[in-house]
């Protein structure tokens, strides 16, 4: 994830670098800085998935999506405008007492219990992609978008570019921490390698509510029920 974290700050530097620099045509209606550096804490959910397996699911999955945007504004009402950008898009479902083998050589993929022998104390299944999403916005207040009603709508189309589990604290059936071994599988095999997904958000000046949901499943075709990912949080969007 940390090269992941160094790659984005490059793209950032890339993109205010070339929205400062490019030429542009004259103007009748004056650009406002508008939401081009976008952050959201997500939590995350499986839709479709099997009702074994999401037992298992914590209730809290937390995950981090960054990106940089570039905001159009309509020349005949700049209330609204059109926007569109590159990102990354991280995704982290955990799980208690069970572990899901993708580095397993078999055509369905194994979701295993371990509540009645060794298991780790925190595990998770993450997947994370690089996302070009696509805003239609409103934007009550151009002058001062800091102290403004927004409303955005769209969508996101992603490439999955790292797909692993992790599990962390080794500890017995009774819960007793073994030792404090680490153990991380990478696999994209048994991954749809390209997410789409429906999003929108609402918020007040820097802050807003949103939501996403994808439209892909997060597995190929029958090697897992179909999967939908859903994530709900808070945004944070401003410069």
Same mark, same amino acid.
């Given at each position: 994830m940390r090269k992941i974290s160094i790659l984005l700050? &490059?793209?950032?530097?890339? =993109? %205010?670098?070339? @929205?400062? $620099?490019?030429? %542009?045509?004259?103007?009748?209606?004056?650009?406002?800085? @508008?939401?081009?550096?976008?952050?959201?804490? &997500?939590?995350?959910?499986?839709?479709?998935?099997?009702?074994?397996?999401?037992?298992? #699911?914590?209730? =809290?999955?937390?995950?981090?999506?960054?990106? &940089?945007?570039?905001?159009?504004?309509?020349?005949?009402?700049?209330?609204?405008?059109? @926007?569109?950008?590159i990102?990354?898009?991280?995704?982290? #479902?955990? =799980?208690?007492?069970?572990?899901?083998?993708? $580095?397993?050589?078999? +055509? #369905?993929? +194994?979701?295993?219990r371990t509540d $009645?022998?060794?298991?780790?104390?925190?595990?998770?299944?993450?997947? %994370?992609?690089?996302? #070009? +999403?696509?805003? =239609?916005?409103? %934007?009550?207040n151009r002058d001062n978008p800091n102290k403004a009603v927004k409303v955005a709508i769209g969508g996101k189309i992603g490439t999955l570019i790292n797909a692993h589990t992790k599990g962390k604290t080794l500890r017995n059936a009774a819960g007793t921490a073994i030792n404090s071994y680490t153990d991380k599988e990478n696999s994209k095999s048994y991954f749809n390698g390209t997410r789409l997904s429906l999003t929108g958000r609402v918020g007040y000046g820097l802050f807003s509510l949103f939501g996403s949901y994808s439209i892909t499943n997060v597995f190929k075709d029958g090697v897992a029920p179909d999967t939908k990912l859903i994530q709900v949080g808070i945004a944070f969007s401003g410069l």
């Open positions: 700050v &490059a793209i950032l530097v890339s =993109f %205010t670098a070339f @929205a400062q $620099t490019a030429p %542009t045509k004259a103007k009748t209606v004056k650009e406002k800085a @508008a939401d081009h550096f976008m952050v959201q804490l &997500a939590s995350n959910y499986w839709s479709g998935t099997d009702a074994e397996v999401s037992k298992y #699911i914590k209730g =809290f999955s937390r995950s981090l999506n960054v990106y &940089a945007m570039y905001d159009k504004q309509f020349k005949s009402n700049p209330k609204f405008s059109i @926007a569109a950008g990102g990354v898009g991280n995704s982290n #479902i955990y =799980f208690n007492k069970m572990e899901v083998r993708i $580095t397993a050589n078999k +055509p #369905i993929l +194994p979701f295993v $009645t022998g060794n298991n780790f104390k925190k595990y998770k299944l993450a997947t %994370t992609y690089l996302e #070009i +999403p696509l805003e =239609f916005r409103f %934007t009550s």
